[in-house]
């Protein structure tokens, strides 16, 4: 949890510092999202605005790039990374990426699994010594969120490497501000490495319960 939180503050930080220094040519973070789909040939996605901070997602069902408004609006190197990246995601959908495939295919399940697994866990933890199935069915839907987490990460980590890429050929950045894109991204993933492992780590608190019911 604390570092969750010292990784999500950091990058807020370095996200309200970086969106002071502008990009090349004066793009917006929309307009960056609409060069970089149209440079890998992706026609077929819209980019949309929603409310949020840090909000910005790719919804593989409707083909939608969604920014927060900071990011849909703003002219800066941070807005210019991360449209970027979520382009990248609908890049991997167009190429049938193959760890995306897998995450997306996984989403029902995990759907499932996040509304009902905690009262599960609960049940199976009070009916341990009587009722160990509940809680092994708790285990194994929680195993499949921590699968969803683990085959997140090459999906992050691939969707940042298309994105600075672009970002380096297009020349949207100079040799001063990509790092700083660079740096953006690579803090944003450390978001998703730390989920990862606190969710590996709770599993393996569960199943040390289950094992030790006796």
């Known amino acids: ?46 980019v949309l605005s929603v409310d949020g901070e840090l909000s910005d997602h790719y919804n593989p069902q409707h083909k939608t790039v969604n920014l927060s408004h900071d990011v849909y609006n703003g002219r800066s190197i941070a807005a210019a990374a991360i449209a970027a990246h979520e382009c990248g995601h609908a890049v991997q959908h167009a190429h049938a990426y193959s760890w995306l495939q897998m995450r997306s295919a996984l989403v029902p399940i995990v759907s499932f699994s996040s509304k009902w697994v905690q009262w599960i866990l609960l049940g199976g933890i009070l009916m341990v010594n009587t009722f160990p199935q509940l809680l092994l069915a708790g285990i194994v839907l929680f195993a499949l969120t921590t699968l969803f987490s683990f085959i997140t990460l090459p999906v992050e980590i691939d969707a940042s490497r298309r994105a600075i890429a672009w970002i380096d050929g297009s020349g949207i950045a100079t040799n001063e501000t990509l790092p700083k894109a660079q740096e953006a991204l690579r803090l944003a993933a450390y978001t998703y490495v ?21």
């Open 1 to 46: 949890m604390l570092a969750s939180w010292a990784i999500g503050a950091r990058l807020k930080s370095k996200f309200r510092a970086y969106s002071k220094i502008p990009v090349n040519y004066n793009m917006s973070g929309r307009e960056v999202a609409e060069k970089m789909l149209n440079d890998n040939g992706v026609m077929d996605v819209t």
């Open 194 to 214: 730390i989920a990862a492992l606190a969710s590996l780590a709770t599993l393996l608190y569960y199943i040390m319960i289950y094992l030790r019911r006796n």
